[in-house]
């Protein structure tokens, strides 16, 4: 057995005991006090085993951490997000708990576990006299749920000086992610006219049937042979049943598997035209963030990680999801990125989030030989 293997399965107890500690300060993305706690929290851990832990201030979101480790000319990005779904009061509800080989909670599959791995990671080349070849750099932020706002520049700056860059994000099934869709959301405003619907129906001009027209043509912009994907969520409008709607609303979701269909399909979004005479339209909204495309230097590295988790004994599939993370913003600027890096279990965003519990050792040192051998 491999001797980072070795640790991580002598270091179980202390990885759970750690995560139920993070589990427990809760941190939604959108309660800056509370998130500040776990921010905190988190600094005083990585700076006690002796790398340099800092805060990021902000003053819209909780404070993001910003962590290095060891030296070198290259640097290695870790990226993880401590910010969750869940309001605070969720965990009085749904306690840290485990039962049998998984462990429960709110946020611990995405992701809090990733940001355990990490710490387990870093903590064992301490321990076991492991020295990297290259600087780590780890940021934890606390906006990602929200789309990464403020975050995205200190991401974007810290890969464009990394070599590769690894997101703790939970992983499908066991597999790590190679390629993500791109994220785009946009809000439609129509404007018609309004009339009596009894009396003059003819002086109106509909803003809901024109979204009718709309949402007609955004549905049809979906193209599953493509990975496109075009879903109008919420519309609202019209004041009274017997009024002809002067305004109405929608709000549209976008995914794309590629950088050329992305521009293509954003383009096509924005350049709506009315269909009834007299209505406007006004479409704000984009890309929020860039495919992850599934590019050779991404295979290459995909291929050394499998490697690896050879080496410690498991085999580790690759695939893809719709959904978006902070590894996308790195993989744009054209650095080698695995995403899915962190837990094995299922439920993010669901009431039956978990864990399994037998993965993490095997996670955490699949993390820590890539950081020692990139």
């Known amino acids: 057995m491999h001797k980072v293997l070795k640790y991580m ?182 404007t018609g006219r309004a009339a009596h619907a009894g009396a003059d129906p003819e002086k109106g001009i509909s803003a809901i049937g024109e979204m009718a027209h709309q949402i007609i043509k955004l549905h049809a912009m979906t193209d599953l042979k493509t990975g496109t994907t075009v879903n109008v969520g919420v519309v609202s409008g019209g004041t009274r049943k017997n009024v002809v709607a002067e305004e109405a609303r929608a709000q549209v979701d976008l995914r794309v598997a590629s950088v050329v269909e992305g521009e293509k399909v954003v383009s096509e979004i924005l350049n709506l035209k009315p269909v009834l005479k007299g209505a406007t339209i006004n479409i704000t909204g984009g890309l929020n963030r860039p495919p992850m495309e599934r590019t050779p230097k991404i295979v290459e590295f995909y291929h050394k990680a499998r490697a690896l988790a050879a080496e410690l004994g498991f085999d580790l599939p690759e695939g893809g999801t719709g959904g978006g993370s902070d590894g996308q913003l790195a993989a744009a600027l054209g650095v080698p990125t695995l995403d899915g890096m962190g837990a094995v279990g299922e439920g993010g965003h669901a009431m039956n989030e978990w864990i399994s519990i037998k993965d993490m050792p095997e996670r955490a040192a699949l993390l820590a030989r890539l950081l020692e051998t990139l």
């Open 9 to 190: 399965l002598d270091k179980t107890p202390d990885m759970l005991s750690m995560l139920k500690n993070v589990v427990e300060i809760e941190s939604p993305s959108t309660d800056k006090a509370a998130t500040d706690r776990l921010s905190a929290f988190l600094r005083d851990q990585f700076a006690m085993l002796g790398a340099k832990a800092e805060l990021i201030p902000q003053t819209t979101c909780g404070n993001h951490v910003r962590v290095e480790w060891g030296s070198g000319d290259e640097q290695l990005l870790v990226l993880c997000h401590m910010d969750t779904v869940w309001a605070v009061g969720e965990t009085k509800k749904r306690p840290f708990k485990v039962e049998g080989e998984h462990a429960y909670g709110p946020g611990i599959f995405d992701m809090k576990s990733g940001i355990v791995h990490t710490y387990f990671a870093l903590k064992c080349f301490n321990d076991l006299g492991i020295k990297p070849k290259k600087r780590i750099a780890l940021l934890i932020n606390t906006d990602e749920e929200t789309g990464s706002r403020t975050s995205r520049p200190y991401i974007e700056a810290e890969a464009r000086k990394s070599t590769h860059a690894l997101c703790l994000e939970p992983s499908v099934a066991g597999a790590i992610k190679t390629f993500r869709k791109g994220t785009g959301g946009f809000e439609i405003v129509i």
